[in-house]
């Protein structure tokens, strides 16, 4: 099986196509790493699991999203995304760009 590349980074904001919220990245999977039961329950539109899937913050929430390539694209908003977890995994620089503090994997 061919891995893909992530076509999105760490530090990144995006919009998920189908739950409609913001978030930012805070670490990628280069395929999905979670169990059978959790991808039935949440993973609605079955989305591939040979491809990226990023853990994401999500924006006016205090939780982490679990999302498919596939269902994500880049939010072209300047808007800030709050959650609290924020701090604890990322760092900003002057000009607001996001690096990461640590890895979840």
Known sequence: MEIRRADYNIGQVI?????????????????????DEWYEE?????PSKDQP??????DDDSVM??????????????LNVE???IL?????DENGQYRSLQTLN
């Open 15 to 35: 919009y998920h196509k189908h739950y409609n919220f913001r978030g930012i990245i805070v670490d990628v999977d280069a395929e999905f790493s979670g169990d």
């Open 42 to 46: 949440h993973a609605k539109n079955k």
């Open 53 to 58: 899937w990023y853990h994401v913050l999500v």
């Open 65 to 78: 999203a679990y999302v498919s390539e596939q269902n994500i694209c880049s939010d072209v908003s300047d």
């Open 83 to 85: 959650n609290p977890l």
């Open 88 to 92: 604890d995994m990322l760092s900003s």
